[in-house]
């Protein structure tokens, strides 16, 4: 059983979202591996911060071409389009919670190229933005 000290801590943590905070930026600084590490996290943080202030894209570590391959490697016959079930499984793979039940496509159970990076690239976005929400 926690003490409540401990359920405050759970609390508090959750509330500001550090756990992810920390993951995003811990991630960010093994891909990376700067050569000046404590510097790298302080941009990292400010970026974040104008990301907050702006809603302008915040740091992450997928791009237009990562999600490329990915499509790539679920469409290996190079078919434009992947079933839902693969979308779904898809965006859990990479970390996304939120994912949209209803995208463009679904009902017909083809999933576009298209759809599918725009669906990815905006629920790494939720993802990165590790701030609280207003």
């Not at 992810?20 to 996290?41: A, G, V, Y």
């Not at 970026?47 to 071409?65: V, Y």
């Not at 859990?92 to 939120?98: E, F, H, N, R, V």
């Amino acid at each position: 059983m926690a003490t409540q000290r401990e359920e405050d801590a759970a609390e508090y943590l959750k509330k500001h979202n550090i756990i992810e905070l920390l993951d995003n930026l811990s991630c960010m600084l093994f891909f990376h591996r700067p050569e000046k590490p404590r510097e790298f996290l302080i941009e990292q943080l400010e970026q974040l911060k104008i990301s907050q202030q702006t809603r302008m894209k915040g740091p992450n570590l997928f791009n237009n071409a990562n999600l490329d391959a990915v499509f790539g490697i679920l469409d290996p016959t190079n078919q434009k389009h992947i079933t839902f079930a693969q979308y779904k499984q898809a965006l859990m793979t990479l970390g996304i919670k939120d994912i949209n039940e209803c995208p463009d496509g679904a009902n017909e159970d083809r999933i576009s190229h298209e759809t599918f990076k725009t669906e990815a690239m905006q629920g790494i976005q939720r993802c990165s933005a590790t701030y609280e929400q207003l």
